[in-house]
T-cell receptor, first 112, second 110 residues
Framework: EAGVTQFPSHSVIEKGQTVTLRCDPI?????LYWYRRVMGKEIKFLLH????????ESGMPNNRFLAERTGGTYSTLKVQPAELEDSGVYFC??????????FGPGTRLTVL | SQQGEEDPQALSIQEGENATMNCSYK?????LQWYRQNSGRGLVHLIL?????REKHSGRLRVTLDTSKKSSSLLITASRAADTASYFC??????????FGQGTELSVKP
């Protein structure tokens, strides 16, 4: 069974540009979470989907971030326009039960 | 503020030594989990300990949980250079989201 996959693994963009990160959860997992680790600090929750609905987006830092989950399958996280402080590693996780989250390998975003 | 505060923030040891990392949290929990992140790579789930458990082992890992003190510790025995990574504890929040601590940067020197 395939695990959670994320694309790209690494993205380098300039300030002001747009980047879209993608997460493919484990098939059948209704819950999808986005987290990020910025500048070697703690890992922070961004948002939670249940199927295609946003259950909790309290961790989204500002309106430059837009997340979608089309048809309750894969999810995208768009940053537009990107700022320097957005650099970090973005993790996606999926789960069927609340206690068992499976993480993807992460996308390392570098904003120059 | 964030649950899962950890100490030390950084730990440097020699191969073969044991490494102990501590984590404290603030609210009641159903379980506490430990994760590892190798430099530039993804999060790896290490171990989950439930609130009714006091100690759990997995290979060279030993986790303890003291719900009265709202704290947990992760012990890595006979450390190896490959154990060099960031270690995080995490507790479950509303909706199942995980609340991570600041992490401990472990460096194991060969």
């Amino acid at each position: 069974e395939a695990g959670v996959t994320q694309f790209p693994s690494h993205s380098v963009i300039e300030k002001g540009q747009t980047v879209t990160l993608r997460c493919d959860p484990i098939s059948g997992h209704d819950n999808l979470y986005w987290y990020r680790r910025v500048m070697g600090k703690e890992i922070k929750f961004l948002l939670h989907f249940v199927k295609e609905s946003k259950q909790d987006e309290s961790g989204m830092p500002n309106n430059r971030f837009l997340a979608e989950r089309t048809g309750g399958t894969y999810s995208t996280l768009k940053v537009q326009p990107a700022e320097l402080e957005d650099s970090g590693v973005y993790f996606c996780a999926s789960s069927q039960e609340w206690n068992e989250q499976f993480f993807g390998p992460g996308t390392r975003l570098t904003v120059l | 503020s964030q649950q899962g505060e950890e100490d030390p923030q950084a730990l440097s040891i020699q191969e073969g030594e044991n490494a102990t990392m501590n984590c404290s949290y603030k609210t009641s929990i159903n379980n506490l989990q430990w994760y590892r992140q190798n430099s530039g790579r993804g999060l790896v789930h290490l171990i989950l300990i439930r609130s009714n458990e006091r100690e759990k082992h997995s290979g060279r890992l030993r986790v303890t949980l003291d719900t009265s003190k709202k704290s947990s510790s992760l012990l890595i025995t006979a450390s190896r250079a490959a154990d060099t990574a960031s270690y995080f504890c995490a507790t479950g929040g509303p909706g199942g989201k995980l609340i991570f601590g600041q992490g401990t940067e472990l460096s194991v020197k060969p």
